[in-house]
């Protein structure tokens, strides 16, 4: 008797351990895969975990949210999951994404995509582990289901609203920073995405392998589609951007202004706060330039498999680059940046240069 009692409870903890592997592991599998697809390279591991806590704090919030609504309207757990819960849930994950926009924490499509699938896998994973401790006697086709279509459709709708966005917000985002305008519009339309597709997902109760296997065959043939498309943009947008800092670079150091509104502008600024600090606004301008080029160069290398630059000629312009900023006095520098042409693209991939360059040093 006691050997058929240890069996029944080591088959149980097997059972709940398959439970468990189901429910959560498929969608973190598919997000490694996406991040390994990346060809630059541009989501750190500890990216990847921040935005996955992000996306859980998302579901934490949603819970208490639909329980009011539940308690609230006069509808059953079917009708709110079917025509509710995908309104509030994708608008909860859509704030997240939102601000890494606002805060210029997104740069590319493909950065886009693999940030917004982060935070929906993010949701899912605290999602079924709230489901996985309420019921834990459902069994394996629910966890299944759960694990292959419901986790895959969040990571899935979050990263078709980030791609939309950034195809919106591209116009913006690589003009200058000073003439940057940030629009909320430019969500809308792929939160309205968002919400049909995980609609379309939640319109199958007593048929939950149909939206699975929805989910499995979408989510991965969108995103890669995605990818290739925002790998292609990427790629131009370098070499064209790259040859364009580096001839402001070559203006720079003959001793020009590179040509333009920004260098007529500039060279004013240059000329009414006289020699010293014109020397200055000049170098700062040049190894800003310069940063901006090796952080693309860095891109294009990466892309192609052999990314290299010098960590210590890299540091030294940083710093020099600060204390330039900080000689040249809070509002001289405040006026010499919002007239400089870099765009937020180009001080984005400033700061990705910065963090290889921890994560080399």
């Known amino acids: 008797m006691a050997r058929l009692a240890e069996d029944h ?28 697809l990346d060809a630059f390279k541009l989501m750190s591991l500890g990216e990847v975990l921040v935005l996955l806590v992000a996306g859980g704090a998302a579901a934490v919030a ?13 509808i059953g757990f079917s009708v709110y999951s079917r025509f509710i819960a995908p309104w509030i849930e994708e608008a909860l994950k859509a704030i997240i994404m939102i601000l890494l926009f606002r805060l210029n924490r997104i740069g590319y499509k493909l950065d886009a995509v ?41 990571g899935t709708t979050l990263a078709m609203l980030a791609a939309i966005a950034h195809e919106f917000a591209e116009r913006e985002n690589r ?6 305008d940030f629009h909320l519009w430019w969500f809308l339309p792929g939160y309205l995405v968002a919400v049909a597709l995980h609609t379309a997902f939640n319109q199958f109760p007593d048929r ?8 499995i065959l979408f989510a991965p043939i969108a995103i890669i589609g995605v990818f290739f498309v925002g790998s292609a943009e990427a790629e131009r947008w370098l070499a064209t951007e790259h040859d364009e800092h580096e001839r402001q670079l070559e203006a720079l150091r003959a001793g020009r202004w590179p040509d333009g509104p920004a260098g007529t502008k500039v060279a004013a600024l240059a000329e009414r706060v006289g020699p010293e600090s014109a020397k200055r606004i000049r170098r700062y301008w040049e190894l800003q330039a310069w940063l901006v080029a090796e952080a693309e160069e860095t891109m294009m290398e990466e892309a192609a498999g052999d990314a290299a630059f010098d960590a210590a ?9 600060e204390g330039l900023g900080q000689a040249l006095g809070r509002s001289t520098r405040t006026a010499l940046k919002a007239l400089l042409p870099f765009s937020r693209n180009d001080y984005w991939e400033v700061s990705e240069l910065k963090q290889r360059l921890g994560q080399k040093g």
């Not at 582990?129 to 694990?147: D, H, K």
Request: net charge negative.
């Open 9 to 36: 409870v080591m088959a149980q903890l097997v059972a709940q351990a398959v439970h468990w592997g189901l429910a959560l592991l498929p969608v973190l599998v598919l997000l490694v895969l996406f991040v390994w």
């Open 62 to 74: 949603a819970y208490p949210i639909s329980g009011r609504f539940l308690d609230a309207l006069p």
């Open 114 to 154: 693999i940030s917004g699938f982060a935070i929906g896998a993010g949701f899912s994973v605290v999602e079924n582990i709230l489901y996985l401790t309420m019921f834990p006697s459902y069994g394996t086709g629910t966890w299944l289901v759960r694990g292959l279509g419901t986790a895959v459709m969040h």
């Open 175 to 180: 003009e200058a920073a000073g003439e940057f």
């Open 208 to 215: 939950p392998l149909i939206a699975m296997m929805g989910a």
């Open 313 to 321: 000629e890299i540091r030294s312009a940083v710093a020099e680059l």
